[in-house]
């Protein structure tokens, strides 16, 4: 074994910590203090609810149900919500009516238990008082009468033209209500036509399936059963339809011992690029090179020219040694060439690791061409009549398109959306559209399960209406969403029994099977290589990982939570390789203009390492200008620079620096421990020593109960922060605002950190979750000076708060730096129905930490003792663990040897971390298994 | 030169200290005794309910049993309100002409929720699990007081940290139902000594706070 590399944090490029101008202006945040008012006020504040008026002054509201129903005060809601258009099973837990938390329904396909970032916030935006509630027409608020008289008349005008100029467009649909609906209106208008947009389309993905197979088939990896993985810019584990099923399945074949060898080539580092096992930066152009040269060797592709790329021989001796377990994967930024090069190789190797499913929307197409021809069917005057439903075109169109200008010139046009977003700035009508969590509905998951979306609470706006109700109001023949979802699959299940096949559906939240595999014989003229594009800067265009693209810009939770591999929050920055950012002569947050085709944007620059030199990856999602104030103005609008193609990558950028600086607000400065004593690998099959218990004088406490402890598994972790989420969630964890955050004043309970091994051109990734350690010989409890922390009789540390004084010594002699301060009173703003009435709300001035959920030990504890039985493993899930989507967190009672944390303790990967300063800490870690790369 | 002070200032200072201190010692001692009383406590003070409902009538005069409104004192948490349709269920057919149920015929008819308002709620930092300490024994009257005779609905104790602690050191007091004492999986069977000093898991913070 050559020498260990060690760990390291991420760049760290100026002494001083970035930190934005404004915080000069202000040392003591006064400004900053109402900077993160607005903010959490746009999160969390609450316009007053049907029914919840003041509370009156003694007394405090006890919400009976109108009609005796034995779980009333807490259920569970098995759903939906969509990303992209494809369905991950949720279970929505809500109290006294109101969505309080969002969870991983164990049965759906997509999720199985799992979360991630966006569908916890499901519950922010949900009762974000920034959603629209009112219908618009010119912006200002009009009755619903008006909106059905102007539909009346778009109805009477179209259908004189037998539909001719009607045009919908929607985001991608692959419910079956929602294609319904829109096929109703297409016949009864047959000159009607539907256009579908999604800025995060992989259009090159469909193109690539015709070519291979001629049909448009979606291609779904078995990341349990695959040996080899070859991606080429695909990120299984991030970004990739059914991430969290691919995550889970990715770790439970390593955890079994027979871990699938993940290569990844990509340009930008991806959360699957930073836990490859192979790890290959490429430059946008060098994709097809590389794709062609991998699959010449494998013998699906004819052999290349003499030039081939160092890593191809490799990479294919890798999938020739897994053979049909072997599955090559091209993603988004591959173009049609690679995905059909894919295609091929996984036919030569006889993949079995992968299906080719049926495609679960509706109508699968290029995304970017249907937009296209909307744009200059409404420029050449076609267009008489819009409707955009769920579609934010305006923002997240490339710029270059003009759909702006365009949209701007109809006649009628009517935006049905959650926000009153850029589009509904644009057009003539706003309709409030629901919130997932609230209105009925139907979709599909990735691999084709259909799922029923039921609502978990009640509508908080009486005007919204579905995509469903406003086409059928357009047809004149008004339909309810309940009814219309009930229709279609009470059509779907002719012959069996509707009343219990929907009561199963609703209650399990999966309506069916997924389709069976295709099984598709590959074309003979699959191969139709694309020109070479010309060498030299280029602009790679990503979905950020918070904002996904912009339409999660506005939730709160996700702008502050730090991005897994900048650990940047609250904006973003043109992201390139640190090797480009020294030849450009640039300092990280210097200010560059970038230019393509004429097209300019200002942007702050930051390196990353592993990112591919001679490119600059640019985040989709930021630079919002409407929505909202969470979202609005933070960091630039990558899309303003965006060919009209909606490309991935463009070549020809040109970029000059300003002379300015506008540094990200970064977390990577903050709560650093030593990276060479917090994180420990092992080879495969290896151990650490495990060190003895330390000597002491005193007794130990004895814990005759239960003792409380859990284990993080470092080899799991793929770093995508759904439990940091999840905890903020659930222990309403307030948002502080950049300003704050750059004082490293943020307050998650759980923080993520981010270690990269190895060369800066080309590292590795760890990633750490650090939760509170409740330590058994706890430095923050003897420093307290008025016993505000203490241990309790089953091991937690816990926090008085309100006997805290606000000395904070305790987080000054924390090693782990997990302990935050309340420098503002938070509560006013948390106190809203989204909050989890089980977590108490801090007042400022006082320490708060991870509890263990302490809430979720007491109620099952409080269950067990009732039912007079003994806790079972397992019983008590914290929010973190729960939302894991690899089942790194294992939480139990290490009194039990037979628990799954006492088991997940005597592995030989198990380590403390710091755990040479004696604090004996019951959140322990297994080391990362990593090969030892020759 | 004159002299500032006259011969009786020194005798009127330490009066107005001696005084002043007085007055703050009171101060202290009447706020003391203040918070300590029932009235800091909103003991005996009515909430306003959404109907004019007698606990001395139902529980009291017609000895309803308690669980038959509060259905899940044994079973879970919150102890749980009657809903609506419970209500309504006797009051279809017994006293059914008042105008008083109107706004839970509203609430059935909506279909939203009867706003009754709590005498007993405990602060946002206090988990109290209503079906832990009816299986353990503790009567609904050690905290709620003898509803029975209530006409209308009042706090009957203090309800503070100290209240609560008064029965988690020596529980064995309010136990109604002895047989349920020690319950083998109750926290009462953790007690354990530790350098020969009693820990009770009932008396750490993390048992009632969170």
Known sequence: MSAPTLPRHGPDPSPEPAQPAALLAAPHGTVERRDALKLMGASFALAALGGCDEAPEH???????????????????????ELDGLARGVLVRTRGGHA????????HPASLGATDIFAEAAVLSLHDPHRSRSIRRGGRPVPPAALEAALASLRSEVTARAGQGLRILTGPVSSPTLAWAISEVLAEFPGARWHQHDPLADDAALEGAMRAFGQPVATVPDMARARAVLCLGADPLGGMAGHLRHARDWASARAAGR????????????LSGARADHRIPLHPAGMEPFARAVAAALGAAPPTGDETHPDAPGAASALLAAGPDAVVLAGRGASAAVHALAHAMNARLGSTACRQLPHPLTRPEPMAASLADLAAGMRAGEVSHLLILGANPAYDAPAALGFEAALRRLPFSLHLGFRQDETARLCTWHVPLPHPLEAWGDSRAFDGTPAIRQPATASLSDQARCEVELLAAVRGTPVTARAAVEATWRAAWTGQDFDARWAGALEGGVAGEAPAPLSLPLREDWDRPSPSPPAGLAAVFAPDPGTRGGAEAHEAWLQEMPRPLTKITWGNAALMAPSTLAALGLQPGDEVELELDGRRLLAPCWPLPGHAPDCVTLPLGGGRRAGGPVGERRGFDAYALRPADGAWHAPGLALRPTGRRAPPVTTDSHHRVDAAEALRSVPPGGALPQPGRDASLHRDWPYPGHAWGMAIDLDACIGCNACAVACQAENNVPVVGPLAVSQGREMHWLRVDRYHHGAEENPAASFQPVPCMHCEQAPCEPVCPVNATLHDHEGLNVMVHARCIGTRTCSNNCPYKVRRFNWSDHRRLLDTPARNPEVSLRPRGVMEKCTYCTHRISSARSNAANEGRALRDGEVETACQRACPTRAITFGDINDPDSAVSRAKDSGRHYAMLGQLGTRPRTTYLARVAEDEA | MAQIFSARA???????????????????????????SGAAWAIGRPAPQPIPFSHAVHAGGLELDCRFCHSGVERRADAGM?????????????????????????????????????VSRLPDHVRFDHAAHTVAGVGCESCHGKVEEMPRTVRAETLSMGFCLDCHRDPGSRQVTAASAMRPHGLQARRHLHYGVEVSPLTRCSTCHR
């Open chain 1, 59 to 81: 007394g405090h509201p006890l919400h009976a149900p109108a009609r005796a129903s034995d779980n009333a005060a807490s259920a569970e809601y098995a759903t939906i919500l």
């Open chain 1, 100 to 107: 309080v938390k969002v969870e991983g329904n164990p049965r």
């Open chain 1, 259 to 270: 871990p699938p060898r993940l290569i990844v080539a990509e340009s930008a580092p991806s």
């Open chain 2, 10 to 36: 020194d005798t009127r200072l330490r009066l107005a200290v001696i005084i002043g201190l007085a007055i703050a010692v009171l101060a202290g001692a009447a706020g003391f005794a203040h918070v300590r």
């Open chain 2, 82 to 118: 009657p809903s609506a349709g419970t209500c309504l269920g006797c009051h279809d057919r017994v006293w059914n002409v008042t105008a008083q149920f109107v706004p839970l015929r509203a609430a059935l008819a909506r279909g939203t929720a009867v706003e009754w308002a709590s």
